[in-house]
């Protein structure tokens, strides 16, 4: 469970925080305008009812004198309604209305007037309530009385009190609910970014096969945990690799190193003769060669692994790399009593690294080569060329012993040499360059049967 | 040969310093980058010798800058690093060839030789003249003894390569850079081969032998 205040650090909750902030101003002053702009139009609307209110008094003036006058503002005083009416002589004693009293500063200053007052339930509607609020015009008729006309506008400020409050809640309302929405979304997002740092956390304290669970949402947190995934998996599998490696050097380089030491330690020895002391210092060089050789197919292997610069990728025309390289290669296999034959379509060029394909060649040959001789009769190697499926296939195939099928897998990976092939020179190495020159055309090495003997496939994308 | 080799492992140096010596080559000596390119610049030297990574100075700047002003001293870079893509970017500073450590001294040794000695006329000569053996390259032609060769196009060029730089050793990775193209680390007998096959065809029932092994360096042909 999350406390507060990790929920208020996460961005979505202040997003969502700022979202509400925004939101609540723009209804604030939104619902404020409307409220003002109402309660504008019905004070309007009142003043001119109150004007013609008066203007139907100072009719009944002309016509019947001051005491039509008074009459009609008592029958107007009798309707039931907000109206309040109030007549004095000019020294102020009332004569006729609906209300008791005045202000004074109302009745000797003619115009528009708002002002509280007490009033005693004389119209209906108040409620009984005892305040009230007036908006009222005060003017002097000509035979000397002072008139008030106007309305009780409590009914209307209650009203907008009541839109107010109104407002008031809707807008805590939205805000209780918005905190609540933000803190929800924020839970939810920092329980999907939990795992994630979760399985990075076992994964830094040593279990490199943790992997971020995947939803079957598949929204964007699914695709970040399976793109994470994906890099894992590569990253375990270097991981993997180098751990090998390591083990691999330690056994198949310390075995050279150890015969190197026994042939010098052997050419110093007091009773050597200078013929057997040249003999060891020239087995030494060999030896040297050697692990120079495995050193360098290691380095060149990391290096391939690792991705080399994409300038080293020109336009090759494979089919005459395989021209070359089998033409190379020939005489050997001759020598060794081996045909190899070629069967290659035109292909156009293709974007790679012709100089890692005809190296990865080499190593496919020379395999084909140590395989082939094993051939029960008529020893062949056949290298083909074709275009499949947006792939080029480079097919090696001899017709030797063939790779069984529990050790395809592993021959791809650095140092294994399966049993049969350990007293042949080689370190070891040759297939899994072949494999990273594949991996670094995003392609990839597979072993099938020939029957009888081994095709190893190496298929690159046309496409990359 | 006057040689300047830029190295700043002092007993690399020592030892390669006294191995030119012995095969009868003037070598100086810069430890840093700095020195070497005063040196460079200030002497005249047949061949430089740059090691690629160098205190105060790398050295493939040190070749850009002299190529930039004009110096075309052939200059063989050595270089712990060894990739394609290395190789590249050395020879696109102005390097003339890349050799990767650790190396083998005769292997050094015959690549500055022919790298010395390349602007001889040999490189523009149409036909080329070891005893009685004449190659010529328009008519592709091949000759011992007033006998016509036939030789495969490969071997033509394997044959052109070593007559181009006859009385000198060529080992078995500048065959397999220049007449094939290719810069990996060949089986060793595979260029031997390919040798024994041509010497079959050049020398084989012949008076004399042109084509020569060096025993731990590679092949020469002369008269």
């Known amino acids: 469970m999350h406390s507060f205040w990790q929920l208020w650090r996460t961005t979505t909750f202040r997003l969502t925080a700022l979202l509400i902030a925004v939101f609540v101003v723009f209804a604030v002053s939104l619902l404020g305008y409307l409220a003002y702009q109402t309660s504008i139009m019905i004070q309007r609307q009142q003043i001119q009812a109150i004007d013609r209110e008066i203007d139907q008094l100072n009719n009944q003036y002309q016509r019947q004198g001051p005491r039509g006058l008074i009459v009609a503002l008592q029958r107007m005083a009798n309707r039931p309604g907000p109206g309040i009416y109030f007549v004095s002589d000019l020294s102020g004693l009332p004569i006729a209305g609906n209300v008791d009293s005045v202000p004074v500063e109302v009745l000797e200053n003619p115009g528009t007037h708002t002002y509280r007052y007490d009033h005693d339930s004389n119209f209906e509607g108040s409620g009984g309530q005892s305040r009230g609020f007036a908006l009222v015009k005060s003017f002097e008729s000509p035979s000397g009385f002072r008139l008030v006309v106007g309305r009780d506008i409590v009914e209307r400020r209650g009203f907008a009190a009541i839109i107010f409050q109104a407002f008031g809640w809707g807008v805590l309302w939205i805000i209780v609910m918005s905190v609540a929405v933000g803190l929800f979304t924020a839970r939810s997002v920092l329980r999907r970014i939990d795992t994630v740092s979760e399985t990075a956390g076992k994964i830094m304290r040593g279990s490199m096969s943790e992997r971020i669970p995947v939803t079957k949402r598949n929204d964007e947190y699914d695709q970040l945990a399976t793109n994470l995934n994906a890099m894992l998996e590569r990253i375990e599998q270097l991981m993997q690799g180098l751990k090998e490696v390591t083990d691999n050097v330690a056994h198949d380089l310390k075995t050279p190193l150890t015969r190197l030491r026994n042939n010098v330690e052997g050419a110093l020895r007091d009773d050597a003769s200078k013929e057997q002391q040249r003999a060891a210092l020239e087995t030494t060089i060999e030896e040297c060669d050697q692990l120079i050789r495995t050193f360098n197919a290691l380095l060149l292997i990391a290096r391939v692994e690792a991705g080399t610069p994409s300038g080293t990728f020109v336009d090759v025309n494979f089919a005459e790399v395989i021209a070359d390289i089998t033409e190379l290669y020939e005489p050997v296999a001759e020598d060794a009593g081996i045909s190899i034959t070629t069967e290659v379509e035109d292909l156009p060029t293709f974007k790679a690294n012709r100089e890692l394909i005809g190296q990865a060649l080499v190593n496919l040959i020379e395999n084909a080569i140590k395989y082939a001789k094993d051939a029960k009769s008529d020893p062949t190697i056949k290298v083909s060329l074709k275009r499949n499926n947006g792939h080029v296939i480079i097919d090696v195939a001899d017709n030797g012993p063939g790779i069984p099928q529990e050790d395809r897998e592993r021959v791809l990976q650095r140092f294994v040499r399966l049993e049969k092939s350990r007293s042949e020179p080689g370190s070891g190495l040759g297939l899994s360059l072949v494999a990273a020159v594949a991996r670094l055309h995003k392609g990839e090495v597979e072993i099938l049967d020939n029957s009888p003997g081994a095709t190893i496939r190496l298929q690159i994308p046309t496409e990359r | ?223």
């Open chain 2, 1 to 223: 040969m006057k040689i300047l080799l830029i190295e700043d492992d002092r007993e690399a140096a020592n030892y390669l310093i006294q191995a030119l010596d012995e095969a009868g080559h003037v070598a100086h000596h810069a430890a840093d980058g700095e020195t070497g390119y005063a040196m460079a610049s200030s002497m005249d030297y047949d061949i430089l010798i740059v090691d690629r990574m160098l205190p105060r100075r790398d050295g493939l700047s040190i070749i850009e800058s002299l190529r930039a002003e004009g110096d075309e001293t052939p200059a063989l870079i050595l270089s712990a690093l060894g990739e394609v893509d290395d190789r590249v970017t050395g020879l696109r500073a102005g390097g003339d060839d890349y050799l990767t450590k650790p190396y083998a001294f005769s292997e050094l040794l015959a690549r500055i030789e022919v790298l010395a000695r390349r602007s001889a006329p040999a490189e523009a000569a149409t036909t080329l003249t070891v005893g009685d053996l004449s190659l010529d390259r328009l008519s592709r032609n091949v000759e011992r003894e007033g006998e016509k060769i036939l030789l495969q196009p490969r071997e033509f060029r394997l044959l052109e390569y070593l007559m181009k730089h006859a009385g000198q050793v060529v080992t078995r990775t500048m065959l397999l850079e220049n007449v094939w193209d290719y810069h990996f680390d060949p089986q060793t007998n595979v260029i031997d081969v390919h040798m024994s096959r041509l010497r079959t065809k050049i020398d084989k029932g012949r008076k004399s032998a042109l084509l020569h092994t060096i025993r731990g360096s590679g092949y020469m042909i002369s008269a």
